[in-house]
């Protein structure tokens, strides 16, 4: 099966005031198309760090990315801010909703910034609501919603365009327990229909819902783990665990 998200040899160093922090230490990572991978490790071991890198949302110091066979990691701001909006989806864990919108307003506002249609628009949001369970919130402001609600109306801005490779950050990190499950769920179901994915989180129990998980410690790959089938989610649950400290 042909790779549709490559990294090889991806470095992050952060500096400040002549000090320099090793991020990333160079990771090298394959996506097939339709894949869930979990990036799992604890607190500061620099797995958002890749996640923004493969985003674009940053810039490493060193390494490549491509993206469906194209090398991406050179791009201008203005390349990346396309590419973005046209190929990738983003979901975070404090939402990053724009509160002065209407949840409609969010959700249809990447698809008009590529170009559809107030008709298109509306209707690939009117779908995603009624799929996400939120549309009767839809004239609703982000701020009057549950954390929940909020996450799923993300879910929805993020698929809006239909993107290649959706990108999760701690997806259910600010979620209690209930919405954190209901929106684990949506997740399962979205890379059910074959959305490619790639998660990252420090709980072993939402990436144990993934294909594959890595595992990353002080900047590097340390583990990887196939899940062939869901039979063996319990059997590597509590060596998963181990990793979260």
């Not at 090298?28 to 490790?41: I, K, N, S, T, Y």
């Not at 620099?46 to 993206?67: E, M, V, Y």
């Not at 469906?68 to 909703?97: C, D, K, Y």
């Not at 107030?118 to 995603?128: I, S, Y």
Request: aromatic share 2%.
């Amino acid at each position: 099966m042909s790779t549709i998200l490559q990294a090889r040899g991806l470095a992050k160093t952060y500096g400040s005031d002549g000090v320099e922090a090793l991020a990333l230490r160079g990771v090298d990572l394959d996506v097939e198309p339709g894949e869930f991978v979990a990036v799992m490790g604890p607190s500061g071991c620099g797995k958002s760090t890749l996640l923004h890198l493969l985003g674009g949302l940053d810039r490493p110091t060193a390494g490549s990315i491509a993206l469906g066979g194209r090398r991406v990691e050179a791009l201008s701001e203005a390349e990346w801010a396309v590419l973005r909006r046209r190929e990738i989806g983003f979901v975070f864990q404090f939402f990053n909703l724009v509160g002065s919108l209407t949840v409609a307003e969010n959700v249809e506002l990447p698809a008009r910034l590529i170009g559809a249609s107030p008709a298109e628009a509306r209707t690939r949001r009117e779908e995603l609501l009624d799929r996400l369970g939120v549309s009767a919130r839809a004239d609703a402001v982000p701020s009057k919603l549950s954390g929940g609600q909020q996450q799923r109306v993300a879910l929805a801005r993020a698929l809006v365009n239909r993107p290649t490779l959706l990108l999760a950050d701690e997806p259910t990190g600010n979620l209690d327990s209930q919405s954190a499950s209901e929106v684990l769920s949506l997740l399962r179901e979205v890379h059910g229909d074959g959305q490619t994915l790639v998660l990252v989180t420090h709980d072993a129990r939402v990436a144990a819902s993934a294909d594959r998980i890595i595992s990353i410690r002080d900047g590097l790959v340390v583990d990887e783990t196939r899940l062939a089938d869901r039979g063996d989610t319990s059997s590597v649950l509590s060596q998963l665990l181990q990793l979260e400290v």
